[in-house]
């Protein structure tokens, strides 16, 4: 399953098939992103990270890719289970700057 | 330890209460950060400390007061709220500014 961040912000997928969760940033100078996973009640926990002197970056099943060239950041979840329904954030960081959070994708896992 | 510790979990106050959130880190961070998040939002920046100095108000009302009395703590002093500020108020630190964040779990709270 595939969201496109701000026109898709819920995505639903079946337990065991991979996740895309899209995000486009807003700042060409941004050179740090972070993507965060927040369940309810809970504070946002940090997943994988990302400088822009790279364009692909692995976890322990998640993958995150960068395109400078269109602003586009993408989480890869691979064989996504229950325990991964949750909203997820990318947040970019200019330099000299704070972090800025996007808008969020609802993640919903179906068993 | 690796946590950011925040109390109360839950607060309930009326819009003439004082009432004070706070914020606790022993990971050696020097950048401490609050954040206010509305339900299916994302966070927002409200203010950053670093090294026990306030470096960041993202014009926030006098009505939220921060306060960094060292480098491991942070609080947020509320007084004269309105129900509009009705949030989950987060923590966070980063080893210093620009570095990835650290969450508490929030202060979820409501303003009557």
């Known amino acids: 399953g595939e969201s496109v961040g701000l026109h898709l912000p819920t995505l639903s997928v079946q337990e065991g098939d991979n996740s895309i969760i899209n995000c486009a940033y807003s700042?060409?100078?941004?050179?740090?992103f972070i993507w965060y996973k927040q369940e309810s009640g809970k504070g946002p926990q940090f997943i994988i990270d990302?400088?822009?002197?790279?364009d692909k970056r692995q976890g322990q099943r998640v993958t995150v890719l960068l395109n400078k060239t269109v602003k586009h950041l993408s989480l890869q979840i691979a064989a996504t289970q229950p325990g991964d329904s949750a909203v997820y954030f990318c947040?970019?960081?200019?330099?000299?700057?704070?972090?800025?959070f996007g808008t969020g994708t609802s993640l919903t896992v179906i068993p | 330890d690796t946590e950011v510790t925040q109390t109360p979990k839950h607060l309930v106050m009326g819009m003439t209460n004082k009432k004070s959130l706070k914020c606790e880190q022993h990971?050696?961070?020097?950048?401490m950060y609050w954040y206010k998040q509305k339900a299916k939002k994302p966070p927002e920046l409200m203010f950053v400390?670093?090294?026990?100095?306030?470096?960041i108000n993202e014009s926030v009302p006098s009505r939220f007061s921060p306060e960094c009395p060292n480098s491991s703590l942070l609080n947020l002093h509320l007084h004269a709220l309105q129900p509009e500020d009705s949030a989950l108020y987060l923590c966070?630190?980063?080893?210093?500014?620009?570095?990835?964040?650290?969450f508490g779990s929030g202060t979820q709270l409501s303003v009557l």
């Open positions: 966070a630190s980063s080893l210093t500014e620009g570095e990835k964040l650290f």
């Open positions: 700042n060409s100078a941004s050179d740090y």
């Open positions: 990302i400088r822009s002197n790279m």
């Open positions: 947040a970019e960081n200019i330099p000299g700057n704070q972090f800025y």
């Open positions: 990971m050696g961070h020097r950048a």
């Open positions: 400390y670093s090294y026990e100095k306030l470096s």
